[in-house]
């Protein structure tokens, strides 16, 4: 029985990944909820399944397997090749990476807060260009995920410049300053559950943590798609927005980050 399932599975999934990478027309790939339907629920489950481990699992054997221990940008290299060529994952990418990178650069922040931690990537892009001292809280709702992303952070070698915390973003932000000594974030970095980026924003104000000129960073403002969060920061006096034009981590759908200065 176990195996006549698991030919299934196999039969099942090569037939969809025919589907995909053959017949169904390029348009029809470029659709940003086609392409999520693809990878998320029907891909990853399937693998899932297949292989008896999660994507996050996976992705952190690519990581052992291909990167140099102590070395971030072989790490960020590594996860960056496995999902566009073995297995897509909703990191920030490559492509939008680089505008993370330029952002962060110029901000140069001391303190800096990243909101969804998945397996650790855009953490570490984070953390490596960090200047000495500088501290980087990173919160993450899913237990399972941090596991591994602790794993993958201390396989760069970024263990000391991060701080993961577990548990939904509403009920730790009110304990940052408390728990962490922090006064105010000089950069912030939303990249979590979409529905979360508006109260998250407001709950940051509300706690004090955003300062004059403090820069929010926001992922996925397209695809999937955070309108609510777009509405408020481009509405909003206290803050000065910018519209990032790139794509979908490792697609051709069109995504994009928002870049906001806090104005107080």
Same mark, same amino acid.
């Given at each position: &029985? ?10 099942? $999934? ?35 399944? &297949? ?7 996976? &992705?952190?054997? $690519?990581?052992?397997?291909? $990167? ?20 897509? #994952? &909703? ?48 919160? =993450? ?12 952070? #201390? ?22 300053? =408390?728990?962490?000594?922090? /006064? ?64 979908? =981590? ?8 928002? /870049? ?5």
């Amino acid at each position: &029985m176990l195996w006549s399932l698991l030919a299934v599975t196999v039969v099942t $999934a090569a037939v969809l990944y025919v589907l995909y990478r053959w017949l169904i027309p390029a348009a029809v790939r470029s659709s940003g909820w086609l392409t999520l339907l693809w990878h998320v629920v029907i891909l990853e489950r399937l693998l899932n399944i &297949m292989t008896g481990s999660t994507r996050p699992q996976r &992705m952190l054997k $690519a990581v052992q397997k291909n $990167a140099t221990k102590g070395d971030p940008e072989s790490v960020i290299s590594a996860i960056d090749y496995y999902c566009r060529h073995k297995e897509w #994952a &909703m990191n920030v990418g490559d492509e939008k990476g680089l505008i993370l990178d330029s952002v962060l650069t110029e901000v140069n922040p001391s303190t800096a807060l990243e909101l969804g931690t998945y397996c650790g990537y855009s953490t570490v892009r984070i953390a490596r260009l960090l200047s000495p001292g500088s501290k980087l809280i990173t919160v =993450e709702f899913n237990p399972d995920f941090a596991a591994v992303a602790r794993q993958i952070i #201390a396989y760069a070698g970024l263990q000391d410049k991060v701080t993961l915390v577990e548990g939904p973003s509403g009920d730790l932000i009110p304990k940052m300053k =408390e728990r962490f000594g922090i /006064k105010s974030f000089d950069f912030v970095f939303l990249d979590h559950w979409k529905d979360r980026y508006v109260p998250d924003t407001k709950l940051l104000e509300d706690c004090g943590l955003l300062r004059k000129g403090t820069v929010l960073l926001a992922d996925n403002v397209i695809c999937p798609g955070a309108p609510e969060y777009l509405k408020y920061v481009k509405n909003s006096a206290h803050y000065e927005s910018q519209y990032y034009k790139s794509n979908l =981590e490792y697609t051709k759908v069109e995504d994009g980050l928002e /870049k906001s200065v806090f104005l107080g």
